[in-house]
């Protein structure tokens, strides 16, 4: 379930910065995004810090040692992981 809301957070996030937020803009991010983009950022920054936490632990539950390195070094990888690979955790 964690990693299915929080691919949908990130993918929500990146179709608003990119209807919102305009190339040329500079400045921080509710300069850039607004409010509403700026919370979907860190919404979308802890979700994904939730499906990094739920697919090592999956990995390590299993044993497998490789995909647990992988899935704390390579961020997108523990989308791949949690959704494809290990589905039942």
Sequence with gaps: ????????IVA???LYGWAVADPNTTGNPIQVLGMFGTILLY???LAT?????VAA???HLVGSWVWF???IFIWPLSYFYA???????
């Excluded at 810090?49 to 936490?53: D, K, M």
């Design 12 to 14: 929500a996030f990146l």
């Design 1 to 8: 379930m964690v990693p299915k809301v929080s691919l949908a």
């Design 43 to 45: 919404a979308a920054i």
């Design 83 to 89: 959704l494809v690979v290990n589905r039942k955790g």
């Design 69 to 71: 390195a992988t899935v």
């Design 49 to 53: 810090f939730a499906t990094i936490f």
């Design 57 to 59: 632990r999956r990995a």
